[in-house]
């Protein structure tokens, strides 16, 4: 007896098991063909959009996906291509999703000046609503208590670094900085003490976030992995999926556990007698004018957002710029020669002399020219749009 057969005796189905199965498959596969047929016309309408943007030629499946070896020259290809094309550069990832690299300023004007989706910002109505929810987390006095925070954790960091500098001759710093960044942007933003930069192999949450990190960036550049389904049901799909569950759970964890020592949004005052405001504060507190709050899911989203945007970008930024000092040792003794006259003594330094030493601060400025942890931004346009040379773009495609 088969197994279909077994079903129908088990339970006696008004229907027919076979035909069922059927319809499925069939529902299946209109769906699947419906899809491809989709990307197909809007492959067929990005080239034809693309056609007035000259740019180096895709290969047909790649894309550019195949010029890009992830070994440290893809910048400088960037940038040879931007010489090349002024203005701006047509990139394919894969057949279906596409790009426009925008170069110039003139062009970079018109795309600022309008309003788009990013990867990092919300949406027109809903990022203006939560930007006026947050601009208290960005005010001075929140910031200030911060500094000692920050110097707590670099300081671990350069115990870490003093007790190897003795055995290594070289060694990369990105690993430490980025976990000191870690544990200094949850430190001051959710006041969470992780130890994450003693123990980044055991805790959960930093493999998680590293995790994510790492298929966030597989997932751009393998083009199969464009199309949702195909992701969400492969090996790395089903890690994704883990790390953001365990991610997720201990976001809310901390949001639960400072829900529950904050009896009502308006106590502000009382924590600030406690303990220093962190975002996580403000995030919970916020009420416009209808005096309604963030819902759970958008706090938690913000959360991410900061935690990642907190800890990636400066420690990219620091990286760099304790590069460019070692290579340029005759800056590097000004800036040291600089703080050491500031502290006169101290060992470490406060908010008040962040404005003290001007040498150094233009030193890290001119790194993060050179180096800019952010390099790029994307929008997707929501309305079309005409470029100072008369180009134009329709709504809804990448640039
Ligand atoms: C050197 C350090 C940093 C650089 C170069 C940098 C750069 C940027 C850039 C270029 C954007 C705009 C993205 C876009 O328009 O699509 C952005 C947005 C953002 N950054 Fe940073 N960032 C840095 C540090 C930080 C830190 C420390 C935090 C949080 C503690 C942070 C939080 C954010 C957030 C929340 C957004 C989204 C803003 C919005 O919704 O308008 N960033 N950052």
């Not at 076979?18 to 067929?44: D, E, G, M, Q, Y």
């Not at 930007?131 to 350069?158: C, E």
């Not at 991410?304 to 970008?313: I, L, R, V």
Request: hydrophobic share 35%; net charge neutral; charged share 25%.
């Amino acid at each position: 007896m088969d197994a279909v057969e077994a079903l129908r005796n088990l339970v006696s189905f008004p229907f027919d098991v076979h035909r069922v199965c059927h319809l499925i498959a069939v529902f299946c596969l209109v769906n699947l063909v419906l899809k491809i047929t989709k990307l197909f016309i809007s492959r067929k309408q990005s080239i034809k959009v693309l056609e007035a943007f000259p740019g180096p030629p895709p290969h047909w499946l790649y894309g550019h996906v195949h010029e890009f070896h992830q070994d440290g020259t893809d910048l400088d290809k960037t940038v040879n291509w931007a010489k090349q094309y002024p203005y701006c550069v047509p990139l394919w990832f894969g057949p279906f999703v596409s790009f426009l690299e925008i170069n110039h300023p003139d062009y970079v004007k018109t795309i600022l000046a309008t309003t788009g989706n990013g990867l990092l910002v919300a949406d027109g109505q809903k990022w203006f609503r939560h930007r006026r929810l947050l601009t208290p987390g960005f005010h001075y006095d929140v910031l200030k208590p911060y500094v000692k925070l920050v110097a707590d954790s670099s300081n671990i960091m350069l115990d870490k670094w003093e007790k190897l500098a003795g055995k290594e001759e070289s060694m990369e710093v990105y690993q430490h900085v980025s976990l000191m960044t870690l544990d200094s942007i949850m430190k001051c933003a959710f006041s969470y003490h992780s130890n994450c930069q003693t123990e980044s192999g055991t805790n959960s949450y930093i493999s998680a976030v590293y995790e994510l990190c790492n298929l966030t960036n597989t997932r751009f550049r393998y083009f199969p992995y464009h199309i949702d389904i195909i992701f969400h049901l492969s090996p790395h799909g089903y890690r994704f999926r883990k790390a953001c569950k365990l991610a997720h759970g201990h976001t809310e964890q901390v949001i639960k556990q400072r829900k529950e020592t904050l009896q009502d949004g308006k106590e502000l005052f009382k924590i600030q007698k406690k303990r220093y405001l962190d975002f996580l504060d403000i995030l919970l507190c916020a009420r416009d004018e209808h005096d309604k709050g963030l819902s759970d899911e958008d706090i938690r989203a913000e959360v991410d957002t900061f935690m990642f945007e907190g800890h990636d970008t400066t420690a990219s930024g620091i990286s760099w710029i304790l590069y460019n000092l070692a290579a340029n040792p005759e800056h590097q003794q000004k800036c040291r020669d600089e703080v050491q006259a500031m502290l006169a003594g101290k060992d470490t330094m406060d908010w008040e002399d962040l404005s003290k030493i001007p040498y150094t601060t233009m030193c890290i400025k001119e790194s993060l020219r050179l180096n800019p942890p952010v390099p790029g931004i994307a929008r997707k346009l929501t309305k079309p749009m005409t470029f100072c040379d008369g180009r134009t773009l329709p709504e809804d495609v990448f640039h």
